[in-house]
Each structure stands twice: as structure tokens, then as C-alpha cells.
């Protein structure tokens, strides 16, 4: 299962981001990600019990990346 938290520390909450993903038989995988909302930090909370979540964070990573072309949004929590 994958997460994503838009934090704006304004105003002190955290929104959730729609997050669609689709898996095609070959294992090929493709997201799509709610972009343009603001946030002071995106937070990616997953849990990676498999291959195929594993391929499908890479993804969403990447296209946060693209979607916010800044790579200082993405905040990581061990």
C-alpha cells in the first residue's frame, strides 16, 4: 500500500493525494499521481511486501519528481 501526504506547514495539516495505479500482465506499471497541490513537504508512506509495490514506488517517486521538479519535497522516514 502506497501513501501520499501534501504537508503544508501554513496551515498545519496534511492532505491526501489520489494515487491510481495500473499493472499490466506483462508487470510493466503505470501511476498517476495528484499534482499542482501546494505543500511544503511530500511525505510517501508505503508498505513494500512485494516486487510489484516495490516497481509501482519507483514510479510514483518519478513522477513526483517530474510533477514538482523539486527533489527537496520528498521527505523520507525509516
Not at 28 to 50: F, N
Amino acid at each position: 500500500m502506497i501513501q501520499i501526504f501534501a504537508v503544508s506547514r501554513a496551515e498545519n495539516r496534511r492532505r491526501p493525494l489520489a494515487l491510481k495505479t495500473l499493472q499490466f500482465p506483462g508487470g510493466e506499471v503505470h501511476v498517476t499521481v495528484e499534482l499542482g497541490v501546494p505543500a511544503d513537504v511530500l511525505q510517501v508512506h508505503a508498505h513494500v511486501p512485494d516486487s510489484n509495490t516495490v516497481m509501482a514506488l519507483l514510479m510514483v517517486t518519478d513522477a513526483l519528481r517530474r510533477g514538482y521538479r523539486l527533489s527537496n519535497y520528498l521527505s523520507s522516514r525509516v
